[in-house]
């Protein structure tokens, strides 16, 4: 990395925002949707046009079948394991070869979220006071040989999340809900004789799933419909080699695999189209491009090579840049699902009182962070409270309880100084911000906070630690007092939306971990974890998200956190893309699954 100054790398930051904010201004200005890519500046021939895509569909009635859809990326998946992926776009492109019970619909925008039948013949039948759920497998479900997806299939690939000691790292929402006494120890040390003893999941026939919770949970469908939940064959099960070369059960299945190099896959002949409502299958093949440099990768997307990033997460400066400048009809500027923010560990000194906490809040410049992650449109609006605006309960920034889109957003000096009286440190205090080698923009975040809480005697050190190796440090609360590490930039999208899968990992007490954990500011708090409690019990979605703001409200109330910005991309999508649109379900991302080529050449 390019050692720079930190007062030059700010005025980088401030100029590429600007150039930026006035690229998308005359973007938004200018002329409609038309076939040459939007007003206010260069397309390429047969783009859709600015935002043509975020949240509604472009170009649907010119998808042809055929072709290689050709995704490029600047990051491998952390597993292609349908039990082991835990990155968004790994979740959004599994679906091309494993299939759910239940999944999101192919809709764009906040209908993209909503639940609707996959490998079942309907939504699950509910009974005994939300405690019993009852599935029925459509005719003609197949693998890539042929055999049939059976309820044991179904059955055993949940099993799988159990074997935490060889398949670490995907979600475990499904093992806390139907074994929350860890009394099942997994697949592979099962002594039943078909390694089926999960007593939670019954299949009393080949097309029948029934699924008992020891008790009820608002959410578990949701659960359902993740990736974890898809079914594995026992006979195909490689354990820990497994994301080398899944088993599929959806339209392609795969042909080769290079780890961080390149992946293909190919049409599944034995998958058929009247057995899944949700799949259309457009491409022959599906490609995935690695890259080690973003901007290299952004100038073979703007070039032609390929057709969409599969990362989702907003070009490159250098990259966007350009493409604002020529390309704007083929870009979208989508709301992620994500909150960017700094969480305050309450193991590191002064940080256990909120009055310090506060002060860091009131002293920021929240203009200035907002700049550094890339201005209003590029980074997203400031973000004023907890909760992302695609999870039901979200107030967005009508929800302020800090000001800081208002009044304090350039932040409030003399209010932070009340506050570090407050807290027994009136001359300030030093404190260290960690935050991660690989994401410049974090980098660039942590040294705008860093400049303006110097102003209200706070000084400052920045650790930047291997990005790759977050678990180990700042997911081990031991490692983290140890460092100092008072102030920790990071960010959080849904699992699925709602309070349950964006904030049970990061505000319950119970979900405090040795390692791996995610509640890094430690909460416990009584009313919090009782206010979930009260969540997963209620069935009324009115009241779920009644219950959702509350929850938020008491998260802010604490001073744990200082959110940054709710988060926007600028994505780019080519002009070979038809039947392109983006979904609430993958938090702002292009649904992947239906993607098709205007031309199959």
Not at 53 to 77: H, I, P, R
Not at 82 to 105: A, E, I
Not at 509 to 530: E, H, M, P, R, V
Request: charged fraction near 25%; aromatic fraction near 10%; hydrophobic fraction near 30%.
């Amino acid at each position: 990395m390019t050692t720079q100054r930190t007062s030059g790398r700010r005025k980088q930051a401030v100029a590429a925002a600007a150039v930026v904010a006035a690229l998308l201004t005359t973007a938004a200005c200018g002329g409609g949707n038309d076939g040459n890519g939007g007003g206010g500046g260069g397309s390429k021939t047969g783009a859709a046009g600015f935002d043509a895509a975020n949240n509604k569909v472009a170009q649907a009635s010119e998808a042809k079948k055929g072709g290689t859809l050709k995704f490029a990326s600047a990051q491998d998946a952390d597993s292609w394991d349908t039990t082991r992926g835990y990155y968004g776009m790994m979740w959004n492109f599994s679906r091309y070869y494993s299939r759910q019970l239940v999944t999101n619909k192919t809709e764009p925008g906040k209908a993209g979220a909503e639940l609707t039948p996959d490998l079942a013949t309907e939504l699950a039948k509910v009974t005994d006071g939300g405690k019993t759920y009852t599935y029925t497998l459509r005719d003609d479900v197949t693998w890539e040989d042929g055999k049939p997806i059976t309820s044991k299939d179904i059955k055993y690939g949940i099993e799988r999340v159990w074997a935490q000691d060889v398949l670490s790292g995907g979600p475990t929402y499904l093992k806390e809900v139907l074994d929350p006494d860890g009394k099942y120890q997994g697949p592979y040390k099962d002594k039943d004789k078909d390694h089926l003893g999960l007593k939670a999941i019954d299949t009393p026939d080949d097309k029948t799933i029934v699924f008992h919770l020891p008790k009820a949970n608002s959410d578990f469908e949701q659960m359902l419909s993740l990736i974890s939940a898809s079914p594995v064959r026992q006979d195909m099960d490689t354990k820990s080699k497994y994301g080398q070369h899944p088993f599929s059960s959806g339209p392609y299945k795969f042909a080769s695999y290079s780890p961080g190099k390149d992946l293909k896959l190919v049409r599944n002949t034995e998958w058929k189209q009247a057995s899944d409502p949700i799949r259309k299958a457009y491409p022959d093949e599906i490609t995935i491009k690695f890259f080690s440099n973003a901007n290299d990768m952004d100038q073979r997307l703007i070039a032609g090579d390929y057709d969409l990033d599969l990362n989702q997460t907003g070009m490159s400066p250098q990259g966007r840049q350009t493409a604002l400048k020529k390309y704007k009809g083929n870009l979208d500027n989508p709301v992620s699902g994500y909150v960017r923010y700094a969480v305050f560990p309450q193991s590191v000194k002064p940080f256990d009182n909120i009055h310090c906490r506060n002060a860091v809040i009131y002293g920021a410049d929240h203009v200035s962070l907002q700049t550094a992650r890339g201005g209003p449109v590029a980074g997203g609006d400031i973000g004023t409270n907890m909760l992302p605006p695609s999870v039901p309960g979200a107030e967005g920034q009508k929800y302020d309880p800090f000001e800081l889109a208002t009044a304090n957003k350039n932040g409030n000096v003399e209010k932070a100084r009340e506050e570090l009286k407050a807290c027994g440190q009136p001359n300030g205090f030093k404190t260290t911000i960690a935050v991660r080698n690989n994401k410049p923009v974090e980098v660039a975040t942590a040294e705008s906070l860093q400049a303006s809480l110097k102003k209200i005697g706070v000084d400052v050190q920045i650790d930047q630690y291997d990005g790759s190796q977050t678990t180990g440090i700042i997911g081990s609360p031991a490692n983290v007092k140890k460092k100092g590490y008072g102030i920790i930039i990071m960010g959080w999208g849904p699992d699925f939306p709602s309070v349950q899968g964006f904030g049970l990992p990061l505000w319950n007490s119970k979900y405090i971990l040795q390692s791996g954990n995610n509640n890094y500011a430690l909460i416990k708090d009584k009313a919090i974890d009782g206010l979930f409690d009260d969540y997963v019990n209620e069935l009324d979605d009115a009241k779920k998200a009644e219950i959702a703001t509350q929850i938020n409200h008491k998260v802010m109330e604490g001073g744990y956190y200082m959110p940054f910005v709710f988060e926007r991309f600028i994505n780019w999508r080519s002009d070979r893309l038809a039947n392109v649109y983006t979904s609430a379900g993958y938090s702002g991302m292009y649904d992947f699954v239906n993607l098709g080529l205007k031309s199959s050449k």
